[in-house]
């Protein structure tokens, strides 16, 4: 099993293409090409932890999440409530996670599709992960930060060891 990283994918939001500068046409081509990226990388037993923004209405999130691989957990972003509605109606296999932050102590990680100038663990150089889509919180060394928008990645979930390992290498040249 590996774990894996992303956030912003906004499935089914047509908006998105032109807000991120996307290269699609249509928002079904989008959505294609985001389902086809993520099951290059993710299996079946896989976990990926979504970090905000995935879908734009019910109708597609329930479509995409029969296309994708991996077990998917998420935390809320600004673009939700779709994702949100479906879970109520029990007929989604999302697992949500409620805390606007999610620590994970065993990995010295901090979850958050808001960026952080403080969180958890900070002062012993955890890293913190988030999901917001803003070039201004691109990922950075030098503030323990990695961002995991879809579209600084080529659309894809990054494998956690992956990113973490490279955050890693990146530290240790300075």
């Known amino acids: 099993m590996n774990v894996f ?6 499935f089914g939001r047509k908006g998105a293409i032109k807000a991120y500068g996307r290269p699609f046409e249509s928002v079904d081509e989008m959505n294609q090409h985001l389902i086809s990226q993520w099951n290059s990388v993710v299996s ?7 970090l905000g923004n995935f879908a734009w209405d019910p109708e597609t999130a329930e479509y995409v999440l029969n296309q994708l691989k991996g077990e998917i957990c998420m935390m ?16 989604t ?9 999610h620590v994970i102590p065993d990995a010295s990680l901090c979850l958050s599709y808001w960026p952080l100038h403080e969180w958890p663990g900070k002062k ?14 691109k990922t950075s060394h030098i503030e323990n930060r990695l961002n995991v928008s879809c579209d600084f990645w080529d659309f894809k979930p990054i494998k956690a060891k992956s990113i973490l390992g490279l955050f890693e290498d990146l530290k240790s040249s300075n």
């Open 93 to 101: 296999q999302i697992d949500l996670i409620e805390e606007a932050i």
């Open 124 to 137: 012993k150089d955890w890293a913190t992960i988030i999901g917001y889509p803003s070039k201004k919180y």
């Open 44 to 50: 079946e037993g896989d976990v990926v932890f979504v």
């Open 5 to 10: 990283l992303t956030s912003n994918q906004q």
């Open 76 to 91: 809320e972003g600004e673009w939700d409530q779709a994702v949100l509605d479906l879970i109520g109606t029990g007929n």
